[in-house]
């Protein structure tokens, strides 16, 4: 697999991406990838559209990356995302969870967006919610987007930075799932998880090394080491970490089409690490175009 071009953690329109799957996938050829992983938040929803349109020679990695809350390490909460890959989308615990998780993100960015109108806001939440594509999860980004639609902001991050982000003036949380049950019920799908972003500081708080070691004795497979929003001393923390606990290594784009600034492909992932993702998982269940 030498020059092979991976890239592990890509969002389309079944949560808050852009580009529908069928269009990702395009792109993700278009752009030279040899291997991409769907990743939307808290769905499965993308992977039948991306397979049914993945252009020949690319592989397709069904995936997810699941919202959860773990203990941060200093006797408090962070919010941690967990890159799943590989597991079966029927699986009745995987199922029942993002079927909950999803119900509770729709009806918290009702609130936020009736909140901002209740303070004068120009933005409708009915509007918003009938907007969002038939079983999407709905994340901030469909509030900015509206914000930016409506003259408010003039970007996705100036939304964020002055409204939506965590602990600003509208933002609302959300239940979670704890991270150990999101570990074993991927576990017991047949898949594997990764720590997305693990030490992405600019996001908010996030968990201690001590508690990366207690995540990786419970099943966890790898950490997500280059991605954009860490910077080189937070990278090369996490690669020794990681090679420490014996983590595979994994590097991704987290593209979110045009509510993010980067590109597929950014940040790749070595191909001896994703032979290592194929070994502890559902290698059958990559799609070949
Ligand atoms: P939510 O899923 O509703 O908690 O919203 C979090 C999502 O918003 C993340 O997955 C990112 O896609 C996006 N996001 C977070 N911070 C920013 C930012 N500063 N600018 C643009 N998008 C952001
Ligand atoms: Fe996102
Ligand atoms: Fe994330
Ligand atoms: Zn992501």
Known sequence: MVGVRIDLHVHSTASDGTDTPDALVAAAAAAGLDVVALTDHDTTAGWDLASAALPPGLRL????????????????????????????????????????????????????????????????????????????????PHLARALVAAGVVSSVDEAFARYLGTGGPYYLG????????AIDMIAEAGGVTVLAHPFARTRGPVVTPE???????????????????????????????????????????????????????????????????????????????
């Open 174 to 181: 959300r239940t979670d799932t704890p991270v150990h049950t």
């Open 211 to 289: 508690v990366v070691v207690e995540l990786a004795g419970r099943g966890l497979a790898g950490l997500e080491v280059d991605h954009p929003d860490q910077d080189a001393p937070t990278r090369a923390e996490l690669r020794a970490l990681a090679t420490d606990l014996d983590l595979i290594i994994t590097g991704s784009s987290d593209y979110h089409g045009t509510n993010k600034t980067v590109r597929l492909g950014q940040e790749t992932t070595a191909p001896e690490a994703f032979e290592r993702l194929l070994d502890r998982a559902g290698a059958d269940r990559v799609v070949t175009g």
């Open 61 to 140: 990695v069904p995936g997810a990356e699941l919202s959860c809350v773990s203990p941060d390490g200093r006797g408090g909460q962070a919010t941690v995302h967990l890159l799943a890959y590989l597991f079966d989308p029927d699986s009745p615990a995987v199922v029942a969870e993002q079927t909950r998780l999803r119900l509770e993100r729709r009806e918290r960015l009702r609130r936020m967006a009736e909140r901002m109108a209740a303070d004068g806001f120009p933005v409708d939440a009915d509007e918003l919610m009938a907007a969002l594509p038939t079983g999407a999860t709905a994340g901030r």
